[in-house]
């Protein structure tokens, strides 16, 4: 050894095994490690060295693992999903998404053991619900309106009545719109004659054009012609959807009431 048996300096160079002890009196030793002294204690405390590194990094990648093997199984369940429906033949067909031919068709949605879990309706499935909700919705308002009948009147001269009195009121606003319309089809004629003494209507080569007053007024005519027309259409539709209604109802109570 170079440093000798007692190290008077701290940097010489000492083999492996040893180790440099400082004394306070001045004086450093050389001391021999442990495991130098012995071979099985050397042995055993590399191979302790080497299962620390080794567990420290076995403890590192686990974190790591655990979400790429949830993954894996997370996506491995999705897949074994199987969707089946019959085909125009009743025949099925499957598949891992739902096949094109299965898209009117209800579709069963089977799990790895072939049981069905659950059913997806199909385009004609609720086209069906959707014609029965409305024939219940049709029948139950029918029946409200049963009851509303027999609620309401005692006789078919009760429904008759009330029927002539609605009647009466829109024939009464009917000749009130007919008398608007009448008064606007003369004023239309009477400007319209008056019209005939200025261009585009005049033929004469020294007519004066149209003046803007009377043009305003022939325009506001015609318009007021159609609003009121409009209106009276409107009434007579009106006038004729009542009587069919009423028509209806005093139909209906002869037969709940068993009137012949």
Wanted: glycine share 4%.
């Amino acid at each position: 050894m170079q440093c000798g048996r007692i190290a008077t300096a701290t940097g010489c160079n000492l083999p492996a095994g040893f180790d440099i002890v400082h004394n306070p009196g001045g004086r450093n030793f050389v001391s021999v490690r442990p495991e130098a002294q012995n071979p099985a204690m050397r042995q055993q405390a590399h191979t302790s060295r080497a299962l620390a590194i080794a567990l420290a990094a076995l403890l590192a990648a686990a974190p790591a693992a655990v979400p790429a093997a949830s993954k894996k199984a997370s996506k491995h369940v999705v897949s074994e999903e199987v969707y089946r429906c019959r085909n125009s033949k009743g025949q099925y067909e499957y598949g891992q998404s739902i096949p094109p031919v299965c898209m009117d068709q209800d579709v069963e949605v089977l799990d790895e053991t072939g049981r069905v879990m659950r059913i997806i309706p199909g385009r004609r499935s609720l086209e069906q619900v959707a014609a029965q909700k409305a024939a219940e919705d049709a029948k139950q308002a029918a029946s409200q309106r049963d009851r509303t009948l027999l609620a309401t009147y005692l006789t078919v001269a009760d429904i008759e009545r009330l029927r002539d009195q609605r009647l009466e009121l829109l024939e009464q606003q009917s000749r009130v719109t007919e008398q608007y319309i009448a008064n606007l089809r003369e004023r239309e004629t009477r400007l319209m004659a008056d019209a005939q003494r200025f261009r585009p209507y005049s033929s004469k080569a020294n007519a004066q054009p149209l003046p803007d007053h009377l043009a305003e007024e022939m325009v506001n005519t015609v318009n007021g012609l159609q609003v009121y027309e409009e209106e009276l259409a409107k009434n007579t539709a009106e006038r004729n959807q009542l009587r069919a209604e009423f028509d209806a109802d005093i139909t209906r109570f002869k037969e709940l009431k068993g009137i012949k």
